[in-house]
């Protein structure tokens, strides 16, 4: 089956770019998600990407997709204290559409 | 719209007991996902539903765990007996169709002792 990996921690300071990353292993992926989770909360859907796309960009979030290494990449531009969560990537994948997610990469934003 | 309503909100209860989840999804979302999700962990999928049909169940332990979606709207989700590792947060999602993003209700917190 379909698996997902992403570094576990992320720290950068209020008012820079913050990268996360994220790979996976099936081809056949279809859409890739980004979604948020603080704590004690469900998780948001960020954004999404599908697979015969590069790159979106939706205001200060931009998704990276490199299908030849099987890569995914969320940009936050100018981060703020309130972007501080986890992150998870999630591939949908299959006939089913089942949609596998990394461990999430928890991201801490420094004043 | 109103979201995906999940309840309860939480529950303790001890090894061996008996456990029910109960899901209302969006209106009109045919499909339905079920999510454990173990602190510190992603979520990871027990099981999916296409309106009342189970599409995906390969990763529900069947033994303890059951879940169904009558009518193709609400959805149970059963644990009989638990066990202390069954102790998670449980996600339940729902989406448009398969292609769509899953929106995810808060979750049910469940501690076994």
């Known amino acids: 089956g379909e698996d997902v990996e992403q570094s576990l921690f992320l720290s950068v300071r209020e008012g820079d770019s913050s990268v996360i990353n994220c790979t996976y292993t099936d081809s056949s992926s279809t859409y890739l998600y980004w979604y948020k989770q603080e704590p004690g909360a469900g998780l948001q859907l960020l954004t999404y990407?599908?697979?015969?796309?590069d790159m979106k960009q939706d205001q200060r979030l931009t998704v990276l997709l490199n299908k030849k290494d099987k890569h995914l990449s969320l940009r936050i531009a100018d981060t703020q204290t309130g972007d501080s969560a986890i992150y998870f990537c999630a591939v949908k994948s299959g006939s089913a559409r089942q949609l596998t997610f990394g461990s999430g990469t928890q991201l801490t934003v420094l004043p | 719209e109103a979201g995906v309503a999940q309840s309860p909100r939480y529950k303790i209860i001890e090894k061996r007991q008996s456990v029910a989840f109960w899901c209302n999804p969006i209106?009109?979302?045919?499909?339905l996902y079920w999510y454990q999700q173990i602190l510190g962990q992603g979520p990871k999928l027990l099981i999916q539903f296409q309106n009342n049909g189970v599409v995906d169940d390969s990763q529900l332990p069947k033994d303890r765990f059951s879940a169904e979606r009558l009518k193709g709207v609400d959805s149970t989700l059963k644990i009989q007996p638990a066990k202390l590792e069954d102790s998670a947060v449980y996600l339940c999602a729902s989406s448009l169709d398969r292609d769509r993003g899953n929106t995810f209700g808060s979750g049910t917190r469940l501690t076994v002792v």
């Open positions: 990407i599908f697979s015969n796309m």
């Open positions: 209106s009109g979302h045919a499909t």
